[in-house]
C-alpha cells in the first residue's frame, strides 16, 4: 500500500517569502511522486513529478521539489512567493504503470501582501 | 485538445432521487479516474479503469455507486439512490503514462448537492 502525509493543512507566507509544503510518503516499492495544485473552483493541475530520473526535479510557476530516500520526503519549495501561488496542493503517490494515484490531504496555501 | 469535460458542472436534487455524473476522456489517454473531494474526507479515489475496464472500485462507497465506461470516450458514475452525505466534488481524470508515471489530467469537476 502506498501513502502520502502532508504536514500543514495550512501554511502561510508572506509575498516575496519562501514557500516550504512538506510531503512524506511510505512505498513498498520505488515510488512515482507528483505535486498538484488546485485553484478554487478548479479540478487539479500537475506542478510537477519525480519519476526517478532526477532526485530534484523542476515544475511550472517556479516550484521545485527534492526526492529525499532517506528521510522518504518529497518537499515542494519556491525561493519567492506570488500572491497568484495561493491555492492547495496536493501531494500524490503511485507505484507507477496504469496504478492508481493517491492524493494527501491537501495544504492551503495563503500568501500575504 | 478540449481536456477531460464533466457535465454537468453543478447539480442539486432531492434525496431519493438517481443521479448521473458523465466525463470525457482526453482521446489517447488510457486510464480514467473518478475522484470525490468533501472537506472531511479529502480528495478520495472511487473507482479507476485502464482501457475502459474497471481495475479498482474498492473506494466506491456502498452499492448506491455505480460507474461504467462503455467506450473509451465516455464514462459515467451513477448515485441511485442519491443521500445527503453524498455532497461532494466529483472529480473525473484521464491519464497518460509519461516516463513510467501515470500522470493525470483533471476535469473542472461536477458539484453536487443532494437536499
Known amino acids: 500500500a502506498q501513502s502520502v502525509t502532508q504536514l500543514g493543512s495550512h501554511v502561510s507566507v508572506s509575498e516575496g517569502a519562501l514557500v516550504l509544503l512538506r510531503c512524506n510518503y511510505s512505498?513498498?516499492?520505488?515510488?512515482?511522486l507528483f505535486w498538484y495544485v488546485q485553484y478554487p473552483n478548479q479540478g487539479l493541475q500537475l506542478l510537477l513529478k519525480?519519476?526517478?530520473?532526477?532526485?530534484l526535479v523542476k515544475g511550472i510557476n517556479g516550484f521545485e521539489a527534492e526526492f529525499k530516500k532517506s528521510e522518504t520526503s518529497f518537499h515542494l519549495t519556491k525561493p519567492s512567493a506570488h500572491m497568484s501561488d495561493a491555492a492547495e496542493y496536493f501531494c500524490?503517490?503511485?507505484?507507477?504503470?496504469?496504478?492508481?494515484?493517491?492524493f494527501g490531504t491537501g495544504t492551503k496555501l495563503q500568501v500575504i501582501p | 485538445d478540449a481536456g477531460v469535460i464533466q457535465s454537468p458542472r453543478h447539480e442539486v436534487t432531492e434525496m431519493g432521487q438517481e443521479v448521473t455524473l458523465r466525463c470525457k476522456p482526453i482521446?489517447?489517454?488510457?486510464?480514467l479516474f473518478w475522484y470525490r473531494q468533501t472537506m472531511m474526507r479529502g480528495l478520495e479515489l472511487l473507482i479507476y479503469?485502464?482501457?475502459?475496464?474497471?481495475?479498482?472500485d474498492s473506494g466506491m462507497p456502498e452499492d448506491r455507486f455505480s460507474a461504467k465506461m462503455p467506450n473509451a470516450s465516455f464514462s459515467t458514475l451513477k448515485i441511485q439512490p442519491s443521500e445527503p452525505r453524498d455532497s461532494a466534488v466529483y472529480f473525473c481524470?484521464?491519464?497518460?503514462?509519461?516516463?513510467?508515471?501515470?500522470?493525470?489530467?483533471f476535469g473542472a469537476g461536477s458539484r453536487l448537492t443532494v437536499l
Open positions: 519525480y519519476t526517478s530520473a532526477a532526485t
Open positions: 479503469f485502464n482501457n475502459n475496464v474497471p481495475i479498482d
Open positions: 481524470a484521464s491519464s497518460l503514462r509519461m516516463d513510467g508515471a501515470n500522470v493525470l489530467t
Open positions: 500524490a503517490v503511485s507505484p507507477g504503470g496504469y496504478q492508481k494515484v493517491t
Open positions: 482521446s489517447g489517454h488510457n486510464s
Open positions: 512505498s513498498s516499492v520505488p515510488p512515482y
